[in-house]
């Protein structure tokens, strides 16, 4: 048995698996899609409306309220444009609140319990400066919150934490019309992703781990018949 081979086992099986990636996975024709929901809430953390009506324009498309607003929409020209003050990147989606504070909310539904790696980053998409509060929320309870203010990277707010979770579970992803009280120039984009984090049940570990201590018994009594003296 090799000793590293079975430490890099142990170490693979911690690792994040493939994870579901909110812009890649991002549907503008579907909704709901799959575990994702685009809709909004009219008080952080309340009751959650799907988006039902569709919004488009060139190089854009996503979903909205019926207003229009807020919404939530993804580049679909391929490559990095401005329109009017708004920047579109394939790598963020856009999320706008409403006139009235109601949130651009993205929902997940968690459908495997586990430990899940939530990791992404908000940012300024509107060239006059976004003024946007932005928060995570896990069933409903804050997990992250801070303030986008700016244009791009520079106003950029990244997020990374882990969360144990069960099926049926949510994560919503919201934008409110920030501290300035107006809606105007806040797009603000939304990159991140949601990777179930694999660990082994009990009886595996305990497996592995004697796996581990009988490899490290057979190295050490090898190395000790290596050293005595041959007559």
């Not at 569709?54 to 993804?74: K, L």
């Not at 990159?191 to 201590?213: D, N, R, W, Y």
């Amino acid at each position: 048995m090799n000793f590293a081979r079975l430490l890099t086992g142990v170490l693979t099986i911690v690792l994040p698996l493939a994870a579901s990636n909110i812009v890649t996975d991002f549907s503008t024709i579907f909704n709901p899609n799959g575990q994702y929901q685009y809709g909004a809430e009219s008080t952080l953390g309340g009751a959650f409306s799907l988006g039902n009506t569709t919004v488009s324009g060139p190089g854009y498309a996503g979903w909205s309220g019926a207003s229009g607003m807020p919404r939530i929409v993804a580049d679909t020209m391929g490559s990095t444009f401005t329109s009017g003050t708004v920047t579109y990147e394939t790598d963020y989606l856009n999320l706008h609140p409403a006139s009235d504070n109601t949130y651009a909310v993205l929902r997940y539904i968690v459908t495997v319990p586990g430990l899940y790696q939530i990791s992404g980053a908000y940012r300024g998409q509107d060239t006059n400066g976004t003024s946007t509060d932005v928060h995570i929320l896990v069933n409903g309870a804050s997990a992250f919150g801070a303030d986008v203010t700016g244009y791009l990277d520079p106003s950029k707010q990244t997020f990374s934490f882990l969360s144990a979770l069960n099926a049926n579970d949510t994560i919503d992803f919201a934008v409110g019309f920030g501290t300035n009280g107006s809606y105007f120039y806040d797009s603000t984009g939304l990159q991140g992703t949601i990777a179930a984090v694999a660990s082994p049940e009990p009886a595996s570990m305990m497996l592995i781990l004697s796996g581990i201590a009988l490899c490290a018994l057979f190295r050490k009594r090898s190395s000790m018949a290596w050293a005595r003296p041959r007559s």
